[in-house]
C-alpha cells in the first residue's frame, strides 16, 4: 500500500495539512497492527516447522482470538495443541504462552494499563469512551478492572521506589496529616446506604527547597505520600515510621513535627509516633496548622482582624484562661454575635483543647507551615468528591492508592497492572475448639468405686456423673 500515491490525483485545493496528518495517523495504526498480527502469525508457524511438539500433543487447527488493545482490535488466529496424555501435559495455544496472554480474557494488559491511567484522572464514563483507540467499552468494563486490583496487601502499600535515597541527613522531618470524605454506594446491615468514608492522606518532607525558598511559590523538598481508606492508625504510623527509619539518618534527626487539623486520628498517630521513637534521641512535636486556627479564631470574633492579631502577637505569653477572657468578654460587650452560645463555647473549646499545639507554631525550628489542605485538594478531593458521585469500597480503595502512586511520580507500568491482578491469598485461620463443647471418646471403661453403692443418693449421681464412660468436657 503507497499512501502517497492515493493522494496524487487529488486537487491541490482539497489536500490540507490536517487531512495529510490524519492520514498518515490513520495508516500509521493500520501498519502496527498488521505488523502485530504478521509477528504472531509468523512466531505460531515457527513453532509447528519446530516439531517439538509431536511426540506429546495433535495440532488441533487454528482458533481465532479477538483481543482489544490500546491500539485498537486485533483479531488473529493461532494453533491449537491437544495433548495426548492429558494426565502429563494440558492442551495449549503457544502464543498465548508465549505472549502471556490471559485466557477467555477481551482486554490486553497495555488496553487495561490505559483505562487504569485515565480513570485514574477522569471519571470511568469518559475513560471507557477516550482512553483506547478506535474502540469504545462500556464503564461497567472500567468499574470492573478498578475492583479486581489489589494493590495494598496486608494494608501495606506496594510502592516500589518507596526509597528513592537511604541515608539522608535531615535534622528536621515534617509530616502533614488529612482526610478527604468520600461518598459510598455500600449499604450497612440495617440496609441504609453509609454516607461517606474517610481517606486518610499524609505527606513526609524535609520542608522548603533551598532552590525556592525566596520565590513565592516554594517547592517541599523529599515530599512522599502515603493514603489508606480508613486506615488503622497504628499500622498507618508504623508504615510511615519504617519509611522514615529507611529513608533518612536517624542520628541526624532532632525532631519530627506533625502537622493537622486537631482531629483525634491525628493525635492518636502522634501517640503512637512517639512510642516508635521512644528509644531515639528524637523529639515528635504536634502543631495544629494555621488555616484552621485562624479559621476558628475568625468565627470566635466576627473576623474581627483587631483581635486575631492580637492573639497571635501576644500568644507566645497567652494562657487558656487568659484566651477564654478574651474570647468571651468580646462575647459579651460586643454587637450581635453571629453564632449562638453553644456553637461559640465548641469553637473556644476547640481553641482551648489545642492550645499547646497552637503554641507549637512558635518553635524556633518549625519554619514550613503545613499546607495539607491543597495537598488534599489535588490528590484526592479533585477525582473522589469534587463531584456528586459514590463509590464501591473496592473501587475507592483502589482509586486513593493509584492516585498516590502518581503523586509520588510512579510511572504506571505493565508489569504493575500484572502484579495488581494477582490474587491475594486468603490467611489459613487456626481451627478452634469451643470450650465448653462435647465431645464422645472412642472407648470405653469401668471404675469400681465403693462410693456408688452409697446410700446417698445424691452424692451417687455426682460420682457416677464425674466417672461416665460416654462423654467428657474440654
Request: glycine content about 2%; aromatic content about 12%; charged content about 25%.
Amino acid at each position: 500500500m503507497n499512501i502517497i500515491s492515493q493522494h496524487t490525483n487529488e486537487k491541490k485545493n482539497n489536500l490540507t495539512f490536517d487531512k495529510v496528518v490524519f492520514k498518515f495517523k490513520e495508516y500509521a495504526q493500520e501498519l502496527t497492527k498488521a505488523s502485530i498480527v504478521e509477528f504472531i502469525e509468523k512466531l505460531d508457524n515457527n513453532f509447528f516447522k519446530a516439531k517439538v511438539w509431536k511426540n506429546y500433543y495433535h495440532n488441533h487447527g487454528f482458533k481465532e482470538r479477538t483481543l482489544i488493545t490500546s491500539l485498537g482490535i486485533i483479531k488473529f488466529k493461532r494453533r491449537y495443541y491437544i495433548a495426548k496424555d492429558r494426565k502429563t501435559h494440558k492442551n495449549f495455544c503457544f502464543v498465548d504462552d508465549a505472549l502471556k496472554i490471559e485466557k477467555y480474557s477481551r482486554l490486553s494488559i497495555d488496553a487495561i494499563k490505559e483505562l487504569t491511567a485515565v480513570a485514574t484522572e477522569v471519571n470511568a464514563s469518559y475513560a471507557a469512551k477516550a482512553a483506547l483507540t478506535d474502540v469504545v467499552v462500556s464503564r461497567q468494563t472500567v468499574s470492573n478492572i478498578l475492583k479486581s486490583m489489589n494493590i495494598i496487601n496486608n494494608d501495606q502499600s506496594i510502592i516500589n521506589e518507596i526509597i528513592e535515597s537511604c541515608g539522608e541527613e535531615k535534622s528536621t522531618i515534617y509530616i502533614e496529616l488529612d482526610e478527604a470524605h468520600c461518598n459510598l454506594q455500600e449499604k450497612n446491615k440495617r440496609g441504609n446506604r453509609k454516607k461517606n468514608i474517610i481517606a486518610n492522606l499524609a505527606l513526609v518532607h524535609t520542608g522548603h527547597s533551598s532552590l525556592t525558598y525566596a520565590s513565592k511559590r516554594k517547592e517541599l523538598e523529599n515530599k512522599h505520600y502515603f493514603g489508606e481508606i480508613k486506615a488503622d492508625t497504628s499500622a498507618f504510623c508504623d508504615k510511615i515510621y519504617d519509611y522514615i527509619l529507611k529513608r533518612f539518618k536517624t542520628s541526624s534527626i532532632k525532631q519530627i513535627f506533625v502537622s493537622g487539623d486537631g482531629a483525634r486520628w491525628i493525635n492518636s498517630f502522634t501517640r503512637n509516633l512517639q512510642y516508635c521513637f521512644r528509644e531515639f534521641n528524637i523529639k515528635v512535636i504536634q502543631v495544629l496548622d494555621k488555616f484552621h486556627t485562624r479559621k476558628r479564631l475568625t468565627t470566635i470574633f466576627s473576623s474581627n482582624k483587631k483581635f486575631i492579631n492580637y492573639f497571635f502577637s501576644n500568644l507566645n505569653t497567652f494562657t487558656v484562661k487568659d484566651f477564654k477572657t478574651l474570647a468571651y468578654g468580646f462575647y459579651q460587650n460586643g454587637d450581635k454575635h453571629k453564632c449562638t452560645l453553644p456553637i461559640f463555647a465548641s469553637h473556644v473549646n476547640y481553641i482551648c483543647n489545642n492550645f499547646e499545639y497552637i503554641k507549637n507554631q512558635l518553635h524556633p525550628e518549625y519554619k514550613t507551615s503545613c499546607s495539607m489542605e491543597g495537598h488534599v485538594s489535588h490528590i484526592l478531593a479533585s477525582r473522589l468528591t469534587s463531584r456528586p458521585k459514590g463509590f464501591s469500597y473496592p473501587t475507592l480503595q483502589t482509586l486513593v492508592q493509584l492516585r498516590v502512586l502518581k503523586a509520588n511520580l510512579h510511572e504506571l507500568t505493565a508489569q504493575d497492572i500484572i502484579n495488581f491482578r494477582k490474587p491475594i491469598t486468603p490467611e489459613v485461620k487456626i481451627r478452634s475448639k469451643v470450650a465448653s463443647k462435647m465431645y464422645k471418646k472412642f472407648y470405653d471403661f469401668n471404675i469400681e468405686l465403693s462410693i456408688k453403692n452409697s446410700t446417698n443418693t445424691k452424692m451417687k449421681d455426682y460420682i457416677n456423673k464425674i466417672a461416665s464412660p460416654k462423654w467428657f468436657y474440654y
